[in-house]
């Protein structure tokens, strides 16, 4: 999908590829639509399974950290790795969105998702009593969620040819920037 596309990527190419039959990738996986979750979740988790975000090691660093600003930054670089690794896929998600509902619905999942999940990061951020007085806990995720995204990481590593370190070095300082006092 990396290479060819979604539409251009059958599941028997999938299923050539990986040396199975494709009742092998239908039954362990199932449909194309469930294929593309199945990538998300390993991206996003940097395994060969989906992690709960409360079992990764960044989620319990970061809560395990007193420093709001070392929060942030521990943050950012878990969303660079993981940006690294889903936003070369997030261009394969975007080309088959407008077409194949099914994918829609299961970024749109994902999203949702990402969103709580940053709500529960800004309430560990928060606890430090660090937090803009002017914020609340549900702006400042949008914050986050949006900052964190893979068009924004996409933007600025491929179209402005930052590095994926930059970007984590420029996501850390705003973050302080935008969400502390």
Known sequence: MLTDGYRAT????????????????????????LIVRELIEQA????????????RDHVLAIRAEPDPRRKLAIYAGAVRRTQQRLAPLFRVIREAMPSEPEVTAVWNEISARRA???RTFITDVNKTGALREDLTVERAADIVWTLNSSDVYLLLTEERGWSPEEFEQWLADSWVRLLLR
Do not use: F, W
């Not at 599941?11 to 449909?31: K, S």
């Open 10 to 33: 059958s599941v028997a190419g999938i299923a050539a590829g990986a040396g199975v039959n494709v009742d092998t990738v239908y039954d362990l996986v199932g449909r194309k639509p």
């Open 44 to 55: 996003v988790s940097g395994t060969d399974h989906p992690v709960p975000a409360e079992q």
């Open 116 to 118: 709580a999940n940053m």
